[in-house]
C-alpha cells in the first residue's frame, strides 16, 4: 500500500489496530541517540508489534548487516500495544531521511496514519545538546500550545524558551499541530559525545509522567551506567591532556572530545 500523496515514500500497512485513547511516540536516530534508545526500550519493555513500514527513497544509501550475515535496507516502523488501558504507538527508524523532502513526507504520513487511528497527542524524544557531561541529565521540552507547555512544566521539563529542534524528532511535533494534534518534544540533555542512556531515561521517566505510563527503564539504567565508565575516561583523559599541555601566553581553550 503506498502512501497516497507521496512521492518517495512507501507505507506498508500490516495491521490498523483499533486503540482506545491513543497517543503516539516518536524517537529516531540523532545526538546521543537519545530518542531512538527511548524508542527501541518501549518497543521491547512493552512488547509492541509492528502494524506499519515504512520505506524511503531518501533514506541514506546504505544497509544494516544482521549477526546472521544478511543485509537489510533501511527502514522506518510504527508499533503498537496496549498499556494501562491506553493505546501506545511508537514510530522509529534505522535513519532519518537525508532530504527535507523526505523529512516531511515521512513524517505526515505517520501522522495521517496514527489519526486515522484516533490519537490526538504526539510526542517527540530528541536530544538537547550541551557539550558538556552531567551526572543528572535534565528535561528540557517545548508544546504545540501554551496548555501543553504548561502541562509539561508541571511535570517538571524546564521549557525551551528559545532556539530549534531539527530532524524528525522536531518536525514531527510541527507536522501534528498542522494535522489539528497536540504535540510536544522532550529532550535530554546530553553532551553529543557518546551514545547516552542516560539522558534516554531521564526523558523516558518525564514521558511517563506526562502521558500516565508506566515504564521499567531498569535496563536502559545499566546502560546508563555503562556510558557514565566511559564519560569518567573521557574526563580523565581530557584533564590528563590539559596537564601535560605546555602553558604559553596564549588563551587556554576548553579540550575538544570527540
Known amino acids: 500500500m503506498s502512501h497516497a500523496e507521496g512521492k518517495v515514500v512507501t507505507e506498508r500497512v500490516i495491521e490498523v ?15 546521543g541517540y537519545v530518542g531512538k534508545l527511548a524508542a527501541d ?18 533514506f541514506p544509501p546504505q544497509v544494516s548487516v544482521k549477526e546472521d550475515g544478511t543485509v537489510d535496507p533501511p527502514k522506518a516502523e510504527l508499533y503498537f500495544g496496549q ?56 528535561v528540557y521540552g517545548a508544546g504545540t500550545s501554551k496548555d501543553m ?42 553532551s553529543g559525545y557518546v551514545v547516552d542512556a542516560g539522558a534516554s531515561k531521564a526523558v523516558l521517566e518525564l514521558l511517563s509522567k506526562v502521558v500516565g505510563l508506566t515504564v521499567d527503564t531498569s535496563k536502559l539504567k545499566e546502560k546508563a551506567e555503562e556510558t557514565q565508565k566511559v564519560i569518567s575516561q573521557l574526563q580523565a583523559m581530557a584533564e590528563q591532556s590539559r596537564e601535560a599541555a605546555p602553558q604559553s601566553g596564549r588563551e587556554q581553550r576548553p579540550a575538544y572530545i570527540g
Open 17 to 31: 489496530p483499533k486503540a482506545k485513547d491513543p497517543v503516539l511516540i516518536c524517537g529516531l536516530p540523532g545526538s
Open 41 to 58: 526500550h518501549l518497543v521491547s519493555s512493552m512488547k509492541l508489534k509492528k502494524v506499519v513500514e515504512y520505506s524511503s527513497a531518501t
Open 83 to 138: 498499556a494501562k488501558g491506553r493505546g501506545v504507538f511508537v514510530f522509529t527508524a534505522d535513519a532519518q531521511p537525508t532530504t527535507s523532502e523526505g523529512e516531511y513526507e515521512l513524517s505526515d504520513a505517520v501522522v495521517k496514519f496514527v489519526k486515522k487511528c484516533g490519537v490526538k497527542e504526539v510526542y517527540t524524544l530528541a536530544a538537547y545538546i550541551t557539550g558538556s557531561f552531567s551526572d543528572t541529565p535534565k
Open 149 to 190: 507547555a504548561h502541562s509539561l512544566a508541571e511535570k517538571g521539563a524546564n521549557l525551551m524558551k528559545d532556539g530549534g529542534i531539527s530532524g524528525m524528532n522536531g518536525l514531527l511535533t510541527g507536522i501534528a499541530a498542522l494535522r489539528g494534534l497536540e504535540g510536544a518534544c522532550l529532550l535530554g540533555e546530553t
